[in-house]
């Protein structure tokens, strides 16, 4: 969607590495929610964010909200194998369904 | 345990012929989706119900068709006006259909292929 742009579309970095992935909104999020998808696989939902300036962390990923509720971190620490998969960001606008962006696809090479 | 589970995995079309996929849940949630992934994409939005006996179009409705007769079930049929049905297509369901503060759970998803 062109209201929803996530960056990279790619990423490989090796193990150990840190990495971030952006959801960048062209109007303001009433929230935003980010989904981990296995190839072949349903999505899995990791975090919710929905005040501006908001920050949330389970294990080694930190979603971060900006204060103007326009744009999205995803921040993995000390990347592993386990990590990989596509992560996909799903924003919540005043009244409408989610939108998707087109996903980041990540690899981390042992 | 409580989750949406959607058949067949794999699911093949012959030309000129209207298949349906299976989604149901046992969540009790109100509100289910069907959503169309292709190769590098996002997900987009085919079809939603808020509500039993009550749907919406989403998207990229043309070709699709749903019904929600039960609260748990929401059938998808891809027909024979959908010219290029070939994606992976998911289904989800959520406590309600406008946002809440409550995520939409996912099917494994079904993978659609023309024969």
């Known amino acids: 969607s062109q209201e929803l742009e996530q960056s990279p579309q790619s990423l490989i970095v090796q193990e150990g590495k840190n990495l971030t992935i952006n959801c960048t909104s062209s109007k303001t999020l009433y929230g935003l929610y980010w989904y981990k998808q296995k190839y072949g696989e349903g999505l899995i939902f990791l975090m919710m964010l929905q005040k501006g300036g908001e920050e949330k962390s389970h294990e080694k990923i930190t979603a971060k909200l900006d204060e103007k509720k326009q744009q999205s971190s995803l921040h993995i620490t000390a990347s592993q194998p386990s990590h990989a998969g596509i992560y996909l960001c799903?924003?919540?606008?005043?009244?409408?369904?989610?939108?998707f962006g087109g996903g980041t696809r990540l690899m981390v090479k042992p | 345990d409580g989750g949406i589970t959607q058949s067949p995995k794999y699911l093949f079309r012959k030309e000129g012929q209207n298949v349906t996929l299976s989604c149901e849940q046992n969540l009790n949630h109100d509100a289910m989706y069907w959503y169309r992934q292709d190769p590098g994409q996002g997900l987009r939005l085919i079809y939603y119900s808020q509500i039993v006996n009550d749907f919406q179009k989403g998207d990229i409705a043309e070709g699709y068709s749903v019904s929600r007769e039960k609260k748990e079930s929401f059938p998808l049929t891809v027909t024979s006006a959908q010219k290029n049905p070939t994606a992976f297509y998911l289904c989800?369901?959520?406590?309600?259909?406008?946002?809440?503060?409550?995520?939409?759970?996912f099917g494994d998803g079904t993978r659609l292929s023309i024969l």
């Open positions: 799903g924003a919540a606008y005043a009244g409408n369904m989610l939108t």
């Open positions: 989800a369901s959520s406590t309600t259909g406008t946002y809440s503060n409550q995520p939409q759970h």
